[in-house]
């Protein structure tokens, strides 16, 4: 599943976070690791001595150093890269030309600091990018010890933009021996439109309660017809939030202490729109486990 892996870093604690993250999993799948910092172009543009611009290519590097350390210490060899221009291109570029399966990121990074993922770093490699991106937050605290992923939650709406979400959750299950948990929730908001959640009709909440679970019906047997060995526990949850479906999903993490979140999402022309505002933008701003977001092409 992961033969490629691209671990992007900038300094920050939370890429460090991200980066320990992603060397734990390319040892589990045996993956290649290379690991990019990219000189922020408009920061060097603001340079106005060579001092200044050396000092900023030096920091690229010992993000870098600090990295390659830390491979050395978990026994996982990497390959460095630095470069200068807009992060989130060279990132996707980078991506594309290493045939990569995967990208590593923070969720905010120095340069999303404060502004969690909407206009950072994050969100426009989400956007350019069709390589399955793992974001990892800053209230991930696995960082000083081995990742243990006993429990994944795949997501499902019963979409094709859920379902690529489920060979990537089961890869994984497999090689730690996870839990799969599949989990479709009934956003009653939605479905009441203008009207109070409240006010839905019995058999309209049902029908609604019916679809959930024939979603996660399939997406449960297709797990199990790839790897019958795992364990896979069904969900259908309700939820009455204006958050919507993602406050249904935060809630399932919290209460079933889900260790990382696999979701589908829409291809690189439908992504900007599914984020802003959507069921996964909201999840990855405000659930504190690894996030694994995965497109369907076109």
């Known amino acids: 599943m992961y033969d490629r892996i691209v671990i992007a870093v900038d300094g920050s604690e939370e890429a460090r ?94 340069t999303g600091l404060g502004r969690r993922l909407l206009g950072g770093v994050t969100e426009q490699v989400l956007h350019r990018s069709d390589v399955p991106v793992l974001v990892v937050s800053g209230g991930d605290h696995d960082s000083g010890r081995e990742s243990d992923y006993a429990r994944i939650l795949v997501t499902t709406d019963g979409s094709e933009n859920a379902e690529v979400a489920i060979p990537h959750g089961t890869a994984i299950a497999q090689r730690y ?20 959640a409240g006010g839905l009709e019995k058999e309209f909440v049902d029908r609604l309660d019916a679809r959930g679970q024939d979603a996660v019906d399939r997406a449960a047997d297709n797990i199990e ?39 589908g999402s829409h291809g690189r022309s439908n992504l900007r729109r599914q984020l802003l505002g959507s069921v996964a933008s909201t999840v990855l701003r405000t659930v504190d486990v690894p996030v694994l977001v995965v497109k369907r092409s076109g």
């Open 17 to 110: 976070r991200a980066a320990r993250r992603g060397l734990q999993l390319a040892r589990v799948f045996d993956a290649t690791v290379t690991v990019l910092s990219v000189v922020e172009q408009k920061a060097l543009q603001l340079t106005e001595t060579s001092a200044e611009k050396t000092r900023l290519r030096e920091r690229g590097e010992e993000a870098l150093t600090e990295i390659e350390e830390l491979a050395s210490e978990l026994g996982c060899p990497v390959t460095t890269t630095l470069t200068e221009g807009k992060p989130a291109v060279q990132i996707s570029e980078y991506a594309d030309e290493q045939d990569a399966d995967l990208i590593v990121v923070g969720r905010q990074g120095l």
């Open 177 to 196: 021996e996870s839990d799969v948990h599949v989990l479709n929730v009934v956003d009653l908001q939605a479905a009441g439109g203008v009207f109070n």
């Open 225 to 263: 017809e790839t790897a019958p060995e795992l364990t896979v526990k069904t969900a259908v949850e309700r939820t009455t939030s204006f958050e919507g479906a993602a406050a249904g999903v935060r809630e399932y993490v919290e209460e079933n202490e889900i260790d990382l979140v696999v979701m």
